[in-house]
């Protein structure tokens, strides 16, 4: 493919993962459109990170997913899409699960309807491994069975349903990238490997939910290989395609790794106001990445430690962004 020629257009490029995918876009020369949520404190998001020579060559548009003309209007005359946008706070879904699944599986089925009706060359979804909810055996491949153990996940299972149906019923050339839980450098601390370090530099203890649960965890620039490696490929049309580094860590491995990183004895107390309802709490999530490698060549490059090792020194130079003593939702 050459991105160099590509009219590109991301959803949710504000957050994490979208940041960094629409930053290595641009740096493939590709000409990127992007969608971010209006808010007038802070509607960039982790975009902020990007240098403003880079964010120059980057079209902004400021809108809803769930707004079917716009999409209409910048899905128009697009090569590529890469759909990212979404809610995807677990504990936030407990709160608000309308919201939730209108913007995950409404939205996504505004971009799918837009681009039926455009000359789009590829369209890659984002699920997340949350569908599989606690692994009935491991490692998961994308055959196992979906399970909704939050609106969250149920919200998203009903985006690569709607996804699946449009490859089936229009032909639209459309794949699923399902990438289990990435991390690296601007993530938030909703999530969890910025939420143990931001209190390991700050503060004695380190707050946490459960420590039982188990993670396949990849670095966030492996995660943004296998999207760009998805649109690559005319073999991924239709399909669903996992995305992990194929180990697995519990919560409390993890917070012992980190700490030993960092050099650190620090007292982890797991508190019940940061864990999930007991049935909603997915036990264990264990990638087989086996369909990835042979039908995209995806590798991932970056071990557990030294995408953690990055990460902890990213915080340390951003700790200003981070609020070590709230619970983020």
Known sequence: ?????????????GGFIGSHLSEYLVNLGAKITVLLK???????????????????????????????????????????????????????????????????????????????????????????????????????????P??????????????????????????????????FNAYGPRQSDRAIIPTIIIQALKKSTINIGSIRPRRDLSYVLDTVDGFIKIAESKKSMGQVINIGLGKDISIGELI?????????EIK???????????????????????????IIGWIPKVSLEEGLSMTIEWMKNNTDYYNPDKYQI
């Open 1 to 13: 493919m050459n991105w160099k020629k590509a009219k590109v257009l991301v959803t949710g490029a």
């Open 256 to 264: 012992n790794m980190i700490i030993s990183i960092m050099g650190k």
């Open 38 to 144: 209006y808010n007038p404190n802070d509607y960039l998001g982790h975009l902020k990170f990007l240098q403003k020579n880079m964010l120059s060559e980057i079209e902004q548009i400021l809108g809803d997913i769930r707004d079917p003309e716009l999409i209409k209007k910048i899905v128009k005359g697009k090569d590529i899409i890469f759909h990212l946008g979404a809610l995807v706070g677990i504990p936030y879904s407990f709160i608000n699960p309308r919201e939730v699944f209108e913007v995950n599986a409404e939205g996504t089925l505004n971009i799918l309807l837009a681009a039926r009706d455009q000359e789009v060359s590829k369209i890659v979804t984002t699920s997340t491994s949350e569908v599989y909810g606690t692994a009935l055996y491991t490692p998961i491949d994308e055959n196992h």
């Open 268 to 294: 982890i107390i797991s508190t019940e106001n940061r864990k999930r309802p007991e049935k909603s709490e997915v036990m264990r999530l264990l990638c087989d990445n086996k369909k990835a490698k042979k």
């Open 146 to 179: 979906l399970q909704a153990q939050s609106p969250y996940a149920a919200s998203k299972i009903a985006a690569d349903k709607i996804a699946e149906s449009f490859y089936k019923t229009y032909n639209l050339p459309v794949a699923i990238i399902r990438p």
